[in-house]
């Protein structure tokens, strides 16, 4: 996959881009349901939005002043997702994602105003990768998860779908494929475009060595092909994990990477600015076929960028 993404229109200011749609919303709906609501943030979006914007590049960005302000964007970006899905084909289909940054989007969404607005009766919760470990670990991804945003918000129990860490992690690999295929209405053979058939939008980090999910450095176990997930053992970490593939992750019709911190600086400017090198730097293996990808980052993850200047 020696590929890069596709480009895609500008995608900020996104309410403004969606407020026509929403507008229409908005006139069928009553006071205070979820269009209504996003089509006045929409309106606030004018005044508030400072941000540095990057959509044409060949690994689209966005550089939000702050964590907080990337968790935000990010909360945004999660409901429009979650409304555009259900209006598609009645249920939003997400894989989360572990690490910090993340943490701060999944604590947002249990806030005002996504805990009441958001339609999570109707959201189907996967992971990309997950530790193999007990979900009551404090390395479970599930648990981050749980313990941050699904604890909080009115998710049916049967439409949370877990990596089962405890499990033999081939075993356990083997059963979340199934569960991707049940979920994805997919059987057997590859993954498919249609709307309901794929996952809606993908959530994503990057590791200081370009890892994202629990693709790593050198360790792909097999060409990107045939499993929708594996198990692999990390030798650096002398951990067992469970990951999705490049396959089915780029078969999604949204990716969403959140990177934050300075500490993420260096590697960010590899990944973003410098030569595909998908075997050193997995991350690069994300190149969606027939979907969108975009970069959210902090000012201090952006700090090494070519091109990027920092705002006050």
């Known amino acids: 996959m020696n590929k890069r993404a596709p480009t895609r229109p500008a995608l900020v200011p996104l309410f403004l881009r969606l407020a026509p749609r929403w507008g229409e919303a908005r006139n069928r709906a009553p006071p205070g349901?979820?269009?209504?609501?996003?089509?006045?943030?929409?309106?606030?979006?004018r005044s508030t939005e400072r941000r540095t914007e990057a959509p044409d590049l060949p690994f689209p960005r966005i550089v939000l002043p702050t964590a907080r302000a990337l968790a935000e964007d990010a909360a945004q970006r999660f409901a429009r997702a979650a409304?555009?899905?259900?209006?598609?084909?009645?249920?939003?289909?997400?894989?989360?994602?572990?690490?910090?940054?993340?943490?701060?989007?999944?604590t947002r969404l249990a806030a005002p105003p996504y805990v009441s607005t958001v339609p999570w009766s109707l959201v189907r919760v996967l992971w990309g990768d997950?530790?193999?470990v007990s979900p009551d670990q404090a390395g479970s991804n599930y648990r981050m998860a749980r313990d941050a945003l699904l604890d909080h918000v009115p998710i049916p129990a049967e439409n949370v779908h877990r990596i089962r860490g405890?499990?033999?992690?081939?075993?356990?690999?083997?059963?979340?494929?199934q569960t991707l295929r049940t979920v994805l209405r997919t059987p057997r053979g590859p993954p498919r475009a249609a709307a309901g058939a794929r996952i809606d939008l993908i959530l994503l980090g990057l590791g200081d060595d370009g890892h994202t999910a629990s693709l790593f450095p050198g360790v792909l176990p097999v060409p990107d092909g045939e499993p929708w997930a594996v198990a692999h053992h990390v030798a650096a970490l002398s951990r067992w994990r469970v990951t999705l593939m490049p396959v089915i992750i780029n078969a999604a019709a949204e990716i969403l990477f959140l990177v934050s911190g300075e500490a993420k600086a260096a590697i960010v400017r590899r990944v973003l600015d410098g030569p595909l090198r998908p075997r050193e730097l997995p991350a690069h293996l994300i190149a969606p076929a027939d979907g969108h990808m975009l970069w959210?980052?902090?000012?201090?993850?952006?700090?090494?960028?070519?091109?990027?200047?920092e705002r006050p």
């Open 33 to 45: 349901s979820f269009g209504t609501l996003f089509y006045r943030m929409a309106a606030r979006t």
């Open 83 to 106: 409304f555009e899905a259900v209006h598609s084909h009645g249920e939003f289909v997400v894989a989360l994602s572990g690490g910090a940054t993340p943490r701060g989007l999944y």
């Open 130 to 132: 997950e530790r193999c």
């Open 166 to 177: 405890e499990d033999d992690p081939v075993a356990a690999a083997r059963a979340y494929e």
């Open 296 to 309: 959210l980052l902090d000012t201090a993850a952006a700090r090494d960028l070519e091109g990027h200047e």
